[in-house]
C-alpha cells in the first residue's frame, strides 16, 4: 500500500514540474515572436495613402479635347478656362506630348488672384487664313482684364504663320489687353503670323526665360511689343525673328529690357512713333547687358515726320554686337515705303545715352539723323568701341549724324564719332522742350 502510494505522488510531482516547463517555454516562445513582428514593423511602414487629386487642375483632357494637333479643341480650352477662373490659384493645364488645334480665343477676366495657364504641350493655330473668322483676324489668343495671372511651362505656342508672311492680312500671337500683374516665363513662342506677343494697356509685366523664333525673312514678326504699358520687366530671354527684338512704342514708360540674345531680326527698337502726325510719349527706358548678333540694327529710335510728343531718359548700356549692319540709330525721317512725305514737326528726343556699345559692324557704325526743326538734345556716346566687320562684302558707310547735340565721353572708336554730337546751347534745348509739353 505504501508502495503504490509513493508512486502516485511521484507522479503528481512529475505532472507539476512539466507543466511549469510548458508555460515557461510559452511565455519564452511569445516575447520572441512578438519582438520578431515589432522589428518587422518598424523596419517596413505601412504605405501612406494616395493624394487626393489637386482640385485646383483643370486639363484640357478632361473637357473633351482631342489633342491630335487636328480637331479643334478650342471649347475645351474655353471651360478649363473658365472652370479655373473660379477658384484661387487655379490652373489650366496643356499636358506635355500632346498637339493642340486652338482657334482664335479670348480668355478674359476678372478671375480669382493667382491663375496660371501651365503650357507643357503644343498649342497650333490653323495654318490657312480662311479658316479665321474676320472678326478674329487680328490676334490669335487674347487675354484680357486679368490680374496676378502666370503664363508658364516647357511647351510651344505655334502659330504657323508661314501662309500669313506673303499675305496683306495682319495677326498677333499671343496679345494681353488691359491686364495687371502679368508673368510670362519659360515657354517658346515660335512662327507666329506677326507679332509674337503683345502687352497693349497693361501695367506690371514680367517676361523672363522664354524663347522667341520665327525666319530672318518673315515680316513683321516682332518678338516682343509693347503699347501703353508701364513697369516692365524683359530679361533672360532668346528672340530671333524677321523684325524687331523688342518694340516699344507709345505711352511706355519704366521699362528694363537686360540679358537678351537678339538675332536675327532689327535690334531693339522704340517706334515707330508719331506716325500720321499722332502724339507719341516714351520715357524711362534702360536697355542693358545684351547680345545681338546679325542683326539689322543695333539699338534704334525711329520716328516719323510730322509727330508731335518726346522720348526722354533713355539709355542703351552694355551691348554687344557682332556682324550688325547700323549698330547706333535715331532716325527721325523713318519711313516704311519707298517715299514718304517731307514735314517739318517732329517727336522731341532728349535724355539718350549709348553706352558701352561693342563690337563689329556691317555698314555703317552709328546713323543719328535728328529733325531739321526739332533737334535731338543730351544725346551722350560713351565708350563706344566698334570696328568693320570682316565679312562685309560691300563697302562701308560713314558715320552720319545730324542735328545732334550732346557730349562724348571716354575712347570713342571709330573717333570720328567725336563729332557726332555737338555742344547744345540753351536756345536749342528750348526749342525741343517745347514740344515736350504734350506728354506733360
Known sequence: MKRAFSLVLLLVIWLFVFSALSIDARKYHTKKTKTHK????????????????????????????KANGVSDDSKALVSAWKSAC??????????????????PVTLQGPCMPNLVLQIDGTLLAPPKI?????????????????????????????????????SSQVNKALRFYSSYNVTVRDISIVNSPLCHLKFDNSKGVKVENVTISAPEDSPNTDGIHLQNSQDVEIMHSDIGT?????SIQTGCSNIHVHHINCGPGHGISLGGLGKDKS?????????????????????????????????????????????????????????????????????????????????TYLVQPIHLACSSSVPCTDVDLISIQLEPSINNKHGFQRELCWNSYGKSLGPLAPSSMDYCVRSGSEFVKRISKSHDISCL
Open 130 to 166: 480662311g479658316s479665321w473668322a474676320k472678326s478674329n483676324l487680328y490676334q490669335w489668343i487674347n487675354f484680357k482684364w486679368l490680374q496676378n495671372f502666370t503664363i508658364q511651362g516647357t511647351g510651344t505656342a505655334d502659330g504657323q504663320g508661314s501662309n500669313w508672311w506673303c
Open 279 to 359: 502724339t507719341a510719349c516714351v520715357s524711362n527706358i534702360l536697355v542693358e547687358n545684351i547680345v545681338m548678333q546679325n542683326t539689322l540694327y543695333g539699338a534704334r529710335i525711329k520716328t516719323w515726320q510730322g509727330g508731335i510728343g518726346s522720348v526722354k531718359n533713355v539709355t542703351f548700356s552694355n551691348i554687344q554686337v557682332s556682324d550688325v549692319k547700323v549698330p547706333i540709330t535715331i532716325d527721325q525721317y523713318y519711313c516704311d515705303k519707298n517715299q514718304c512725305k517731307n514735314q517739318t514737326g517732329a517727336v522731341a528726343i532728349s535724355g539718350v545715352k549709348f553706352d558701352q556699345i561693342i563690337g
Open 242 to 246: 524677321g523684325d524687331d527684338c523688342v
Open 38 to 65: 515589432n522589428k518587422k514593423h518598424k523596419n517596413n511602414p505601412a504605405p501612406a495613402p494616395a493624394p487626393l487629386p489637386d482640385s485646383s487642375v483643370f486639363s484640357i483632357l478632361s473637357f473633351g479635347a
Open 86 to 103: 473660379k477658384v484661387i490659384g487655379g490652373v489650366v493645364a496643356i499636358p506635355s506630348e500632346f498637339k493642340f488645334l486652338i482657334k
